[in-house]
């Protein structure tokens, strides 16, 4: 006779990826932690990967975008030190797992898409998830979206080769610009602040999340 499987209990998973990726690997601050406790991250991937959607798998939700692995993820939100009555903004927000963790610490959140029907479907869920304070929005990632800032924070929800200048001149004075700056081999993860003179950053931690392929250095020409 076939046993029957019983399926996975996702509350659990959701604990155990707590007390196994995050609390371990220097994450304190209890906002972050409440938010990955609340999210639902199933409701992110595809069905058939549900049961998989707490394990340290960067799993793809959407083409050409993978999850960040929980422990990458939390340490990022943490060092942005995000505020309630902040404004943020995600640039390449795909499925909207992290916008939704966003919008448990702050109370507006941009998600920012270049491909259309990404835009629609991730707006569909988010609204299906009763979380009408993440407002997706289609445009060039390497542009940010200035016509709803500046932005108290942005987030790149990806590793890039480079910052373009257009994310940090949506910064508001005093803003946090949190991305990882790599390649497939190394990664910085960095917090860029804003202030009225200048912008400087500070490297946070090692970290190799999935790419943004749209935010690439310009080759020369070889000859």
């Known amino acids: 006779y076939q ?3 019983s399926p996975v209990d996702l509350n659990i998973a959701r604990r155990k990826m707590i007390d196994s990726q995050i609390r371990p690997n220097d994450v304190t601050d209890e906002r972050v932690i409440q938010a990955f406790e609340k999210v639902q991250k199933e409701n992110f991937v595809p069905g058939a990967i549900s049961e998989l959607a707490y394990s340290e798998a960067e799993l793809e939700t959407v083409e050409g975008r993978k999850l960040w692995l929980a422990r990458d993820l939390s340490k990022m939100l943490q060092a942005l030190e995000v505020k309630s009555d902040d404004l943020v903004l995600v640039v390449g927000a795909a499925e909207g ?8 610490l702050a109370d507006t959140v941009i998600a920012l898409e270049e491909n259309e029907e990404v835009v629609e479907k991730s707006s569909d869920r988010v609204v299906s998830l009763e979380l009408d304070r993440i407002a997706f929005v289609k445009g060039s990632l390497k542009d940010g979206y200035p016509s709803e800032g500046p932005y108290d924070v ?3 929800n990806g590793m890039v080769e480079y910052v373009p200048d257009a994310w940090l001149d949506q910064l508001s004075v005093g803003g946090r610009l ?3 700056i790599g390649d497939e081999r190394n990664g910085q993860a960095r917090v860029y602040k804003k202030s009225a003179k200048a912008v400087s950053y500070h490297a946070e931690f ?5 790419k943004l392929p749209e935010i690439v250095q310009e080759k020369g020409f070889v000859f």
Request: proline share 9%.
């Open 3 to 5: 046993t029957e499987v």
């Open 154 to 156: 942005i987030f790149v």
């Open 178 to 180: 949190g991305v990882v």
């Open 97 to 104: 797992y992290a916008s939704a963790l966003l919008n448990e």
């Open 206 to 210: 090692d970290c190799v999340p999935p």
